[in-house]
């Protein structure tokens, strides 16, 4: 997980990159969705304890580390799927009249939350890409220190989406 000056940055931080864009195009397309569809959302107030959260959270984050098992397709459509459907909602609900609900509700944890979906699943990506092309070239599936650089990365996902399920739980009103 270096960069050199001959390589650029590593193959692990490229995925993450991937990643984020891929969540970030998903929520834009989600957003002009609920704008071309003139839809409206009202947000309700749930209250849920930061367990439930962080909960639901590492449920998310390990329906993406199923790109480890399709050469990291799953994590690919995981990511459009989160993407669009919060873009959808977020935007329906701004159009709604609810923008001020929308930012105090969710504004404070996306993101702790949003980078902890994107360093795990860029992690998923990076590895999950590895192994088919290893296993495609019929090579040892797992190099020295791919599991360690694996997990380093989902603990600072699952760092991050601590945090953000404590903000939410606590600061977060919606």
Known sequence: MTETAHHGPSKERLAVGLAAATLTV??????LAAYASDAGLAPTRVDVSALEVFRT??????GLALGLFTG?????VGLLQNGLVFGYAI????????GGAVATGVGPHLLPELG???VGAGADLWLGATLASRFLRRRALLARGDLRTWLRFQGAAVLLLAIGAIIEAVVSHV
């Open 26 to 31: 998903a929520m834009l397309a989600g957003a």
């Open 57 to 62: 959270n590492i449920t998310v984050l390990g």
């Open 72 to 76: 990291g397709l799953a994590t690919v």
């Open 91 to 98: 935007a329906a609900a701004t159009l709604s009249g609810h």
């Open 116 to 118: 902890g979906f994107v």
